[in-house]
């Protein structure tokens, strides 16, 4: 029997076409499979728009309404493929991730580069690759990209120009294509939390992302408690260093953490994780209420994990440490 999949729009450069100031999201989802007429041969597709956006105008409030159209759209169909402006993929790829936990179905992003109607455009081969996965794959939230399958919560945008754009970082892809064709490797299931799935999507966008450079000037923590921000993604030296003379940032994170405010420590590095024990500067970081590190996560797993539990704050804030969609290996998995 042929998987039903149904198609979420969202605009991005693989539906974009020229105009007088450049390159802008144009095409309907329904122009996007007329134009593909060889997904027909991995499933039954239905297409939808839920919006017609460049990806950078993508935030918070269209993550919500992108999960409610896929848990609606999950109800019929065995999978759901979205096509998504690449700039901030990774992002919204994580933010479901958290938001659909749960959903027992598979979801997979893809994009392009070049838009599908451009010459050599990546386009064609993304969205065939993305079906094929959708048809596929264990339940979970996916990136599909150039040959590659990533979880969402592991995937970040290392390149602008290359169509090789997306790397999984600090876990191997979920799987490949080749001449082959698919290989997915084995999936080890993740139960999702006891919470109502009904609440899943609510989340709190009142994140700030910080990176240090020498130097930073601790009021900035001033300038985010008194902008209302209630959470601090902190992008931290090495294993997650900070310094202290002069400008002590350590007092000042703790001060944050004593008004509420909840703080991720990750580091500037991409790959490997933060560790805030092996060095005297970040030893004395982590407070065990407020404050935590990120431990392996990627950036984008880290906002969009930090929104998700402030969106729910008393529920989830158990959960900020624990591994709930593979955004974390942790040494006893």
Known sequence: MRPKITLLATGGTIASLRSANGLIPAMHGEEILRLSPRLTEFADITAQDVFTLDSSNIQPEEWQLLAKAVRKAAQEADGVVITHGTDTMAYTASALSFMLQGLNKPVVLTGSQLPLQYPFSDAPINLEEAFSVAAHAAPGVYISFHHKVIYGTRAVKMRTLS???????????????????????????????????????????????????????????????????????????????????????????????????????????????????????????????????????????????????????????????GSLCHEMILEQE
């Open 163 to 321: 169509y090789d754009a997306f790397d999984s970082i600090n876990a191997p892809p979920v799987g490949y294509f080749d001449a082959d064709g698919l290989h997915l490797s084995r999936q080890i299931p993740i139960a999702p939390p006891d919470l109502p799935l009904d609440t899943m999507a609510d989340i709190d966008p009142r994140v700030f992302l910080l990176k240090l450079m020498p130097g930073t000037d601790p009021e900035i923590f001033t300038h985010l408690a008194s902008a209302g921000y209630q959470g601090l993604v902190m992008e931290a030296f090495g294993l997650g260093g900070l310094h202290y003379i002069r400008r002590n940032l350590v007092d000042s994170l703790k001060a944050l953490s004593a008004k509420g405010i909840v703080t991720l420590v990750t580091t500037q590095c991409v790959y490997e994780k933060a560790d805030f024990s092996v060095y005297e500067v970040g030893h004395d970081v982590p407070d065990g209420r407020n404050i935590h590190g990120a431990h392996d996560m990627t950036t984008e797993a880290a906002v969009t994990k930090l929104m998700w539990v402030l969106g729910d704050r008393e529920r989830r804030m158990r959960l900020i440490t």
